[in-house]
């Protein structure tokens, strides 16, 4: 397990892939900063934090290029031929999937706020800005982690990058439409939801509904895991 752990760390070290990810979603936002969009870093966090789609499609994409690159090219198999255990496998590309996406959640909206507020100024003080952007990424962070353990299922399922990238950004737009449209129809079990608990998480103090959001994250992001080990298992190579 150690050596697998090595081998993902060298492979997140030495990959462009999670910093091109971040560079084009920061561009985009560049775009809103400079064309007057966001008037201030703080109207920038409050805007970002509820702009849900945007840092999944980067985790979706994220997660079909570095997960799937060992099938593609064959290492796969290289790693069960010497002997590894296959959860073993699965479990040290959940951790680099993982901490990548983690990295992904605080740099982009980080790069955003901060630009925002070199460009724009604060309302505030930048100080109480960075504070409150810590205190956003800390909440948001448990409810992001069950909705991409989706996509990190629907890697190791599909085993093709591009059907994994393109059903993984289906399911991301399609939970954030629905959830929001149900919600709005009264659906008030859905106060439940990571989704809607995302929409609140700058606004509102931590409450019943996000405690109990959290913990239906973590528990959906623990069985995404479970069944991609579950199926790795059963895979011939």
Not at 161 to 181: D, G, T
Not at 216 to 235: A, P, Q, R, V, Y
């Amino acid at each position: 397990m150690r050596n697998l752990i090595k081998a993902e760390r060298f492979k997140f070290l030495h990959s462009s892939t999670l910093w091109i990810v971040i560079a084009v979603l920061f561009a985009f936002c560049s775009i809103s900063i400079l064309t007057g969009v966001y008037d201030s870093a703080e109207s920038a966090l409050r805007s970002i934090s509820k702009d849900i789609p945007i840092p999944l499609l980067g985790c979706s994409v994220y997660g079909a290029i570095i997960l799937l690159d060992d099938f593609s090219n064959g290492m796969i198999k290289h790693y069960i031929a010497s002997g590894y255990k296959r959860a073993f496998i699965i479990l040290a590309k959940f951790i680099h999937y993982i901490f990548g996406c983690c990295v992904l959640l605080f740099v982009y909206p980080l790069l955003c706020v901060t630009f925002t507020a070199i460009v724009r100024g604060v309302e505030t003080s930048f100080v109480l800005v960075m504070q409150q952007f810590i205190l956003v990424f800390i909440k948001s962070l448990p409810l992001y982690l069950g909705i991409v353990g989706i996509f990190f299922l629907a890697c190791i399922l599909l085993q093709n990058a591009a059907i994994a990238m393109a059903v993984s950004v289906a399911v991301s737009i399609s939970l954030v439409v629905f959830s929001n449209k149900l919600y709005a129809n009264n659906f008030d079990i859905l106060k439940y939801s990571p989704i809607i608990q995302l929409n609140e998480v700058a606004a509102t103090p931590i409450s019943c509904e996000y405690l109990i959001a959290v913990v239906i994250s973590i528990l959906f992001l623990n069985i995404c895991l479970c069944g991609s080990i579950i199926k790795f298992e059963h895979d011939e190579y």
